[in-house]
């Protein structure tokens, strides 16, 4: 896979994203408890009696009980009395109530929709997800780990529906366990090992080892179904986040970054033009051949918000992000304006303010690689010109979208402080000193107000920078994670 691939699929595929699905499965019944057919409660107010109907007969039995209640109960009785004398309040005892019934229902809803699973996970998974719920994590990723050993090596018929989906979501919700208890070595391998299952699983291929797994490229992503294209492009991006938090190579960052973009460009491209980012299918109830409920499949393994919801625009901004950091400019420029075409289609669709402000951000960093290794002496005008128009729109939406809401967003907020950075890195190439010294304090004034330290520095910098004469104002930029630094 190489990245002028990239740059051939993005111009075919710009304009188009993806759906995914969102599919609904049936209800289940509970039925109502029975109480032993020996034995009646009868309820009297201060006491309950358990009345046996074979120690004294029907009707003479019963009344004695009767009269004796009555004896006992003071005449001043009432139920208030009753719970006062009890130190229980009738609003506690509903309370009580309440959640004992809310706590059987949730523990009925866990072992009603087990009945997805195959029978010789079913224990093992069912252990685990009690013991997470509990906080129990060691036992939990025990039972989890026995429950994803058996699953990788049982046929995936044994699944129904949407086999490898459900395969996979019982090791995305171990190594989210192992995530939680900060081995984050361990869960990159059981993502990894994810992802091959959704890759090979229909090849027959050989057992292999992960050192000795063969390049299969990017034709696997063809028999998968619509949920686990998405799945696997949600665990490539995620292995590329991972990557670069553990600090590995490059090269493997850069392997799953690349991975996930063209799973989504293979996915566009064989799909029907849609307007969003983002377009949620739902399948009616009844349907036929409707497939597993996916939303249930989440909550049930606990499973991450990434898992199932699908932001298009990450990829590619990371990729770009990347690229840009070790000096590929050639190669961020299309994935930057691939992932505003994400971020803000055109009319008549809409996008919502976060994405709008995302989208601004990346505006301000390709007029940042526009303007990479120029300064004032060494300046192309008509490249200035494009930076400076960049600029200017990025900062134009931002201001926009600010106005457009009276909650604060904060990656709304962010993009203004950067913007106007970026814009005073245009103004200082033009000699205008004046105009990009006010937008640096600008800048500094806002990235104080939202605590963002990576833009107090920066502004302060160059303010310096510019009171000394030096015309050494560093770039500000933004990837997927936050401000980059530019190499």
């Given at each position: 896979?190489?990245a002028?691939?990239?740059?051939?699929?993005l111009?075919?595929?710009?304009s188009?994203?993806?759906?995914?699905?969102?599919?609904v499965a049936?209800?289940?019944?509970?039925?109502?408890p029975?109480?032993?057919?020996?034995s009646?409660v009868?309820y009297?107010?201060?006491r309950?009696?358990?009345?046996?109907?074979n120690?004294q007969?029907p009707?003479?039995?019963?009344?004695?009980?009767r009269?004796r209640?009555?004896?006992e109960?003071?005449?001043?009785?009432?139920?208030e009395?009753s719970?006062?004398?009890?130190?229980?309040?009738?609003?506690l005892?509903?309370?009580l109530?309440?959640?004992i019934?809310?706590?059987?229902?949730?523990?009925?809803?866990?072992y009603?929709?087990?009945?997805?699973?195959?029978?010789?996970?079913r224990?093992?998974?069912?252990?685990g997800l009690?013991?997470?719920?509990?906080?129990?994590?060691?036992?939990?990723s025990?039972?989890?780990?026995?429950?994803?050993?058996r699953?990788k090596?049982m046929?995936?018929d044994?699944f129904?529906?949407?086999?490898?989906?459900?395969?996979?979501g019982?090791?995305?919700?171990?190594?989210?366990?192992?995530?939680?208890?900060?081995?984050?070595?361990?869960?990159y391998?059981?993502?990894?090992?994810?992802?091959w299952?959704?890759?090979?699983?229909?090849?027959?291929?050989?057992?292999?080892?992960?050192d000795?797994?063969p390049?299969?490229?990017?034709?696997?992503?063809?028999?998968?179904?619509?949920?686990e294209k998405?799945r696997?492009?949600?665990?490539?991006?995620?292995l590329?986040?991972?990557?670069?938090?553990?600090?590995k190579a490059p090269e493997?960052?850069?392997?799953w970054?690349?991975w996930?973009?063209?799973a989504i460009?293979?996915?566009?491209?064989?799909?029907?033009?849609?307007?969003?980012a983002e377009?949620?299918q739902?399948?009616?109830?009844?349907t036929?051949?409707?497939g597993?409920?996916?939303?249930v499949?989440?909550?049930?393994l606990?499973?991450?918000?990434w898992?199932?919801e699908h932001?298009?625009?990450a990829?590619?901004?990371a990729?770009?992000?990347?690229y840009a950091?070790?000096?590929?400019?050639?190669?961020?420029?299309?994935?930057?304006?691939?992932?505003i075409s994400i971020?803000?289609?055109?009319?008549?669709?809409?996008s919502?303010l976060?994405n709008?402000?995302?989208?601004?951000?990346?505006?301000?960093?390709?007029?940042?690689?526009?303007?990479r290794?120029?300064?004032?002496?060494?300046?192309?005008?008509?490249?200035?010109?494009?930076a400076?128009?960049?600029?200017?729109?990025?900062?134009?939406?931002?201001?926009?979208?600010?106005?457009?809401?009276a909650?604060k967003?904060?990656?709304?907020?962010e993009?203004f402080?950067?913007?106007?950075?970026?814009?005073?890195?245009?103004?200082?190439?033009?000699?205008?000193?004046?105009r990009?010294?006010?937008?640096?304090a600008?800048?500094?004034?806002?990235?104080k107000?939202?605590?963002?330290?990576?833009?107090?520095k920066?502004?302060?910098?160059?303010?310096?920078a510019?009171?000394?004469d030096?015309s050494?104002?560093?770039?500000?930029?933004?990837g997927?994670?936050?401000?980059?630094h530019?190499?």
């Open positions: 896979m190489s002028m691939f990239l740059t051939n699929s111009k075919k595929g710009a188009h994203t993806l759906a995914r699905p969102f599919l049936g209800a289940t019944s509970i039925r109502p029975r109480f032993p057919p020996r009646r009868s009297l107010g201060v309950s009696f358990i009345v046996e109907p120690r007969g009707q003479n039995g019963a009344n004695a009980d009269e209640a009555q004896q109960i003071p005449k001043n009785h009432s139920p009395a719970s006062e004398s009890r130190g229980i309040s009738p609003y005892t509903g309370l109530v309440v959640g019934g809310l706590t059987a229902y949730g523990l009925y809803g866990l009603g929709v087990m009945t997805m699973w195959p029978p010789e996970i224990q093992d998974l069912r252990s009690l013991a997470k719920r509990k906080g129990d994590l060691d036992i939990a025990q039972y989890l780990t026995s429950a994803w050993e699953a090596s046929p995936l044994s129904g529906d949407e086999p490898l989906f459900k395969i996979t019982i090791g995305i919700a171990l190594a989210a366990i192992y995530e939680q208890e900060n081995k984050p070595e361990r869960a391998q059981i993502y990894e090992d994810a992802l299952q959704l890759r090979s699983a229909r090849l027959n291929l050989p057992p292999s080892t992960p000795k797994r390049d299969l490229g990017i034709e696997t992503f063809k028999v998968l179904s619509s949920a998405m696997s492009v949600a665990l490539a991006y995620k590329g986040e991972m990557a670069h938090k553990l600090q493997e960052e850069e392997k970054l690349v996930s973009v063209e460009l293979r996915t566009v491209l064989d799909a029907p033009p849609v307007a969003a377009v949620v739902r399948v009616n109830p009844g036929a051949n409707q597993p409920n996916i939303t499949l989440v909550e049930q606990g499973l991450p918000a898992t199932i932001d298009l625009a990829p590619f901004e990729l770009g992000s990347f950091k070790v000096g590929k400019a050639r190669y961020a420029l299309p994935l930057y304006l691939q992932a971020l803000i289609p055109p009319p008549p669709n809409v919502t976060e709008r402000c995302r989208g601004a951000q990346l505006m301000g960093n390709i007029a940042e690689l526009i303007l290794n120029h300064d004032r002496g060494n300046v192309n005008p008509d490249d200035l010109a494009q400076e128009s960049w600029a200017r729109k990025g900062l134009e939406l931002t201001i926009s979208a600010r106005k457009a809401s909650i967003h904060d990656v709304c907020e993009a402080a950067i913007l106007l950075y970026n814009l005073a890195m245009v103004r200082e190439l033009y000699g205008d000193v004046g990009a010294r006010a937008l640096l600008e800048s500094l004034e806002q990235s107000a939202i605590d963002m330290k990576e833009g107090i920066h502004a302060q910098d160059a303010l310096h510019l009171d000394t030096s050494d104002i560093q770039p500000l930029v933004v997927a994670e936050g401000v980059d530019v190499v």
